[in-house]
């Protein structure tokens, strides 16, 4: 399993924890649009439990570059790589 | 990251499957456990376990169950920045200290609108309103060295702060709650002895909002302390202070949101006003029935026996704030008191100690003895034990309890109870202070009580003094706590602010009247508040409300033998009144009967209408010198 795939899967238990109405496939070209729960508001709760489960800290340029789930999985990789 | 509740219990191990049978049963639509549900909260919670309780506190707010276990409070939430991170957590730390709080945010940036503008951005009345502005808020230039300008500033600032009090008050008819702002960080080491630095100015508005508070105008919400507490690394996010708007770390948010929790327990009289104490290694190191009066910790001689004169000191401090406290230890009693009479390092005397409970029986039959003498609820006493099977013990068999995680070194209970803040008080008023007296006087008079046998005799050898006073500006802030705290001892638990009790003062159409007693043992200070309002030659009680510090004592007859007692000079020809229960108020659900009104209506929704006619009243035999009002 590739370390990026490894990423994913801690990443989709918290969305799954967080948006517990979302039942679609979690992958890495996933966004915001596609989860209905995924506000502005819980897009912040969400980074942060991301950083503190994967142990890593997103710049706030990085933050702002995401375009989906696998910009923030490969960032986060880079960082435990 | 200290950001966990290390004065809570661990999490428990089956708590995923018992939480999912609470979620079960809300899901069902039925009413949950809700001492279990607090348990859970009242947890060190993870991340997840964090999630879910606060998902669970929105459905449960979202069901409106009829629930009379825990305290609803409503609370705005007014920022220069986003508090929009905060109404889950606060909801889900409500639940750990019995209470339903919901959240009503104003929208984005309107601290000047809700402050100057007729606009009332809440649109509801609501319990509380907590603000938390930044430096955002207080536009005026502070241009560095230049003092003018700083004082300046600081008078913009308490201009906004002061109308914003106003309008708390005339909006939403409540008391607005000002965060501190956390200190800045330092460019030099000069940054208080600069003026125009933004800690100088922190520091400064801070002091203001505290004198503020203590002049009753406004109640406040630590912030400073908070975040020093666990560091200003920890308690800002940068990156998302710009990204997000947020005034403190998401991360945070629970700590922030149980610190605002313990305040509004407070104000909603929920805080614990006793303190239950174990003795060998809580009190003092080792165990004094094995190791004698020389052989215990306590100390000049030790690290550790310095640490317990400490938290002494630390537990007296408590007790000067009205805090009553009891000893609950396995042990023979004459024993247990060897320290207390003969240990020259002992802190805490005999006579600070209102119920001494020192047998072999188990703790929690103790404690319910303990609750009983003072006649408090179990729910009022806070537990401490460096046991940790005892603290279980405890925990599994009276949940009402508050047993702190105190750990097993004494270096550190002080800070435990500290962080609990669970005796989080609002500004103190002489009456609080004087609390701790007034129960320890109670509790002699139990044991005297318990000597004399004939109680006519114990209660003309109480030699009580009651003055009866109309309502004025010295009573108003107890007057209005005891509106609002008291529950078991009320008659229809109707809650005034004290905005209103103000008005009532001067409404010749209404009669409020303040009760005192003392005794030779203590000065209660104000035990009793009495709302009538007047309608031609009838007259009807709106509220009728002891503290239940002086049960027994024959007060109830004696202020209603005043009631009619005037009522009769007045010319008055009836009195009404009505029973309205609630969940806490059973114990005066016959109070009306037993004081001689008969029953008019038995209404629909279980309240109960009473009316006496003044010349029917009989008064009642009493042992209490009275002084009415003029």
């Given at each position: 399993?590739?370390?990026?795939?490894?990423?994913?899967?801690?990443?989709?238990?918290?969305?799954?924890?967080?948006?517990?109405?979302?039942?679609?496939?979690?992958?890495?070209?996933?966004?915001?649009?596609?989860?209905?729960?995924?506000?502005?508001l819980s897009h912040v709760r969400l980074m942060v439990m991301i950083e503190v489960e994967l142990g890593v800290h997103f710049s706030t340029s990085e933050m702002q570059s995401f375009k989906n789930l696998g910009d923030l999985v490969n960032a986060a990789a880079k960082q435990s790589g | 990251m200290s950001c966990d509740f290390p004065w809570r219990p661990p999490l428990a191990q089956d708590w995923s499957e018992r939480l999912a049978d609470i979620e079960a049963v809300l899901a069902d639509g039925r009413e949950p456990d809700y001492v279990a549900l607090k348990t859970l909260a009242n947890q060190q919670l993870g991340m997840r376990e964090q999630l879910r309780i606060e998902r669970l506190a929105k459905k449960l707010q979202k069901a409106a169950l009829p629930n009379s276990a825990f305290a609803p409070v409503t609370i705005g939430l007014l920022g220069s920045r986003t508090l929009s991170y905060l109404p889950g957590p606060l909801a889900a730390a409500g639940l750990a200290r019995g209470l339903t709080i919901s959240s009503v945010e104003a929208h984005y940036d309107s601290v000047a609108s809700y402050a100057f503008?007729?606009?009332?951005?809440?649109?509801?009345?609501?319990?509380?309103?907590?603000?938390?502005?930044?430096?955002?808020?207080?536009?005026?230039?502070?241009?560095?060295?230049?003092?003018?300008?700083?004082?300046?500033?600081?008078?913009?600032?308490?201009?906004?702060?002061?109308?914003?009090?106003?309008?708390?008050?005339?909006?939403?008819?409540?008391?607005?709650?000002?965060?501190?702002?956390?200190?800045?960080?330092?460019?030099?080491?000069?940054?208080?002895?600069?003026?125009?630095?933004?800690?100088?100015?922190?520091?400064?508005?801070?002091?203001?909002?505290?004198?503020?508070?203590?002049?009753?105008?406004?109640?406040?919400?630590?912030?400073?302390?908070?975040?020093?507490?666990?560091?200003?690394?920890?308690?800002?996010?940068?990156?998302?202070?710009?990204?997000?708007?947020?005034?403190?770390?998401?991360?945070?948010?629970?700590?922030?949101?149980?610190?605002?929790?313990?305040?509004?327990?407070?104000?909603?009289?929920?805080?614990?006003?006793?303190?239950?104490?174990?003795?060998?290694?809580?009190?003092?190191?080792?165990?004094?029935?094995?190791?004698?009066?020389?052989?215990?910790?306590?100390?000049?001689?030790?690290?550790?026996?310095?640490?317990?004169?400490?938290?002494?000191?630390?537990?007296?401090?408590?007790?000067?704030?009205?805090?009553?406290?009891?000893?609950?230890?396995?042990?023979?009693?004459?024993?247990?008191?060897?320290?207390?009479?003969?240990?020259?390092?002992?802190?805490?005397?005999?006579?600070?100690?209102?119920?001494?409970?020192?047998?072999?029986?188990?703790?929690?039959?103790?404690?319910?003895?303990?609750?009983?003498?003072?006649?408090?609820?179990?729910?009022?006493?806070?537990?401490?034990?460096?046991?940790?099977?005892?603290?279980?013990?405890?925990?599994?068999?009276?949940?009402?309890?508050?047993?702190?995680?105190?750990?097993?070194?004494?270096?550190?209970?002080?800070?435990?109870?500290?962080?609990?803040?669970?005796?989080?008080?609002?500004?103190?008023?002489?009456?609080?202070?004087?609390?701790?007296?007034?129960?320890?006087?109670?509790?002699?008079?139990?044991?005297?009580?318990?000597?004399?046998?004939?109680?006519?005799?114990?209660?003309?050898?109480?030699?009580?003094?009651?003055?009866?006073?109309?309502?004025?500006?010295?009573?108003?802030?107890?007057?209005?706590?005891?509106?609002?705290?008291?529950?078991?001892?009320?008659?229809?638990?109707?809650?005034?602010?004290?905005?209103?009790?103000?008005?009532?003062?001067?409404?010749?159409?209404?009669?409020?009247?303040?009760?005192?007693?003392?005794?030779?043992?203590?000065?209660?200070?104000?035990?009793?508040?009495?709302?009538?309002?007047?309608?031609?030659?009838?007259?009807?009680?709106?509220?009728?409300?002891?503290?239940?510090?002086?049960?027994?004592?024959?007060?109830?007859?004696?202020?209603?033998?005043?009631?009619?007692?005037?009522?009769?000079?007045?010319?008055?020809?009836?009195?009404?009144?009505?029973?309205?229960?609630?969940?806490?108020?059973?114990?005066?659900?016959?109070?009306?009967?037993?004081?001689?009104?008969?029953?008019?209506?038995?209404?629909?929704?279980?309240?109960?209408?009473?009316?006496?006619?003044?010349?029917?009243?009989?008064?009642?035999?009493?042992?209490?010198?009275?002084?009415?009002?003029?």
């Open positions: 399993m590739s370390e990026q795939q490894a990423i994913l899967d801690k990443v989709t238990d918290i969305i799954r924890d967080l948006f517990d109405e979302y039942h679609g496939p979690v992958t890495m070209e996933t966004t915001a649009d596609d989860v209905e729960q995924w506000d502005s | 503008s007729p606009a009332d951005c809440f649109g509801r009345p609501l319990d509380a309103l907590l603000v938390v502005l930044d430096e955002s808020a207080f536009a005026s230039k502070r241009p560095m060295l230049d003092q003018a300008a700083e004082n300046e500033a600081l008078a913009d600032a308490e201009n906004l702060v002061t109308a914003l009090a106003a309008a708390a008050q005339e909006k939403s008819g409540c008391r607005a709650i000002f965060a501190t702002l956390p200190g800045a960080l330092q460019v030099s080491s000069a940054e208080l002895a600069t003026p125009g630095t933004s800690a100088r100015f922190r520091h400064r508005l801070n002091l203001m909002l505290a004198e503020g508070a203590m002049e009753g105008r406004w109640l406040l919400w630590d912030q400073a302390a908070l975040a020093s507490r666990v560091g200003l690394e920890n308690w800002l996010d940068p990156v998302r202070y710009h990204a997000a708007k947020i005034p403190f770390s998401v991360d945070v948010c629970p700590l922030a949101a149980d610190n605002i929790a313990a305040l509004l327990a407070a104000m909603k009289g929920k805080a614990a006003r006793g303190l239950i104490l174990d003795l060998d290694n809580t009190l003092w190191g080792g165990v004094i029935g094995d190791d004698g009066l020389a052989g215990i910790r306590l100390g000049q001689n030790s690290p550790e026996g310095e640490a317990f004169v400490a938290f002494q000191n630390f537990v007296l401090s408590l007790r000067d704030r009205g805090i009553v406290l009891a000893v609950c230890s396995k042990n023979t009693d004459e024993i247990a008191r060897e320290p207390f009479r003969n240990h020259t390092e002992m802190v805490i005397e005999e006579d600070h100690v209102a119920v001494f409970q020192a047998n072999w029986s188990d703790k929690a039959t103790n404690i319910k003895t303990i609750a009983e003498t003072l006649s408090l609820g179990l729910e009022s006493f806070a537990f401490i034990d460096d046991n940790a099977a005892e603290r279980e013990r405890v925990r599994q068999e009276l949940p009402l309890v508050s047993t702190i995680e105190i750990g097993d070194d004494p270096s550190f209970y002080i800070e435990r109870i500290a962080q609990s803040g669970l005796f989080d008080h609002l500004p103190l008023n002489k009456e609080d202070i004087s609390r701790a007296e007034s129960y320890g006087g109670r509790a002699a008079a139990a044991e005297i009580r318990a000597k004399i046998g004939n109680y006519d005799d114990y209660l003309t050898s109480l030699e009580m003094r009651m003055t009866i006073d109309p309502f004025d500006d010295a009573g108003r802030s107890r007057i209005t706590q005891l509106i609002n705290k008291s529950n078991q001892f009320n008659l229809t638990t109707r809650r005034y602010g004290e905005e209103d009790v103000r008005k009532m003062q001067d409404d010749p159409e209404l009669m409020g009247w303040q009760v005192r007693l003392d005794d030779k043992f203590a000065q209660h200070g104000m035990i009793g508040v009495v709302i009538v309002r007047k309608d031609g030659a009838e007259w009807a009680i709106d509220t009728w409300l002891q503290s239940c510090r002086v049960l027994e004592r024959g007060v109830e007859q004696c202020v209603m033998n005043s009631l009619f007692e005037t009522a009769a000079q007045a010319g008055i020809q009836k009195i009404h009144s009505r029973y309205i229960p609630t969940d806490r108020n059973g114990m005066v659900s016959d109070f009306y009967s037993r004081l001689g009104f008969a029953v008019v209506d038995e209404n629909d929704d279980g309240s109960v209408t009473y009316s006496c006619g003044v010349t029917d009243y009989e008064p009642h035999q009493t042992f209490i010198d009275v002084s009415l009002p003029k």
